[in-house]
């Protein structure tokens, strides 16, 4: 009985999580999942360079093509935020700020993946 219990506790946070990005929800719900979306995009890309960087001999060139994606991720996501931020207002362009962030990570989330595959 205390297992059940233990569990129920330990997971009724992740459902209630979960149902905050369902959508359909304020927009704070809305940029507290965006910055979960982030922060697991920030992690698995972490996690795939880390991968790569170890096993490439061109190490200094590796991390030079990281840092101009992580100024072209700001500089895109700045551009995109000026055009459309101008028309939210509140969290609103905080929301807009984070899902470009999520968009672009998970692009290169993706794009890093092919070169692990190789």
């Not at 700045?78 to 672009?104: F, H, M, P, W």
């Amino acid at each position: 009985m205390k297992k059940i219990i233990f569990w129920v506790f330990l997971l009724l946070p992740l459902s209630s999580f979960a149902e905050a990005c369902a959508g359909g929800g304020n927009v704070y719900d809305d940029l507290s999942c965006a910055n979960f979306n982030l922060d697991k995009s920030k992690k698995e890309l972490n996690v795939i360079y880390q991968k790569l960087y170890a096993t490439t001999q061109y190490k200094s060139e590796f991390e030079q093509s990281q840092k101009a994606w992580l100024n072209y991720r700001e500089k895109q996501c700045n551009v995109y935020i000026a055009v459309e931020a101008s028309q939210s207002q509140g969290a609103g362009s905080s929301l807009i700020t984070k899902d470009c962030l999520v968009t672009i990570t998970k692009q290169r989330v993706d794009y890093l993946k092919t070169l692990l595959e190789k």
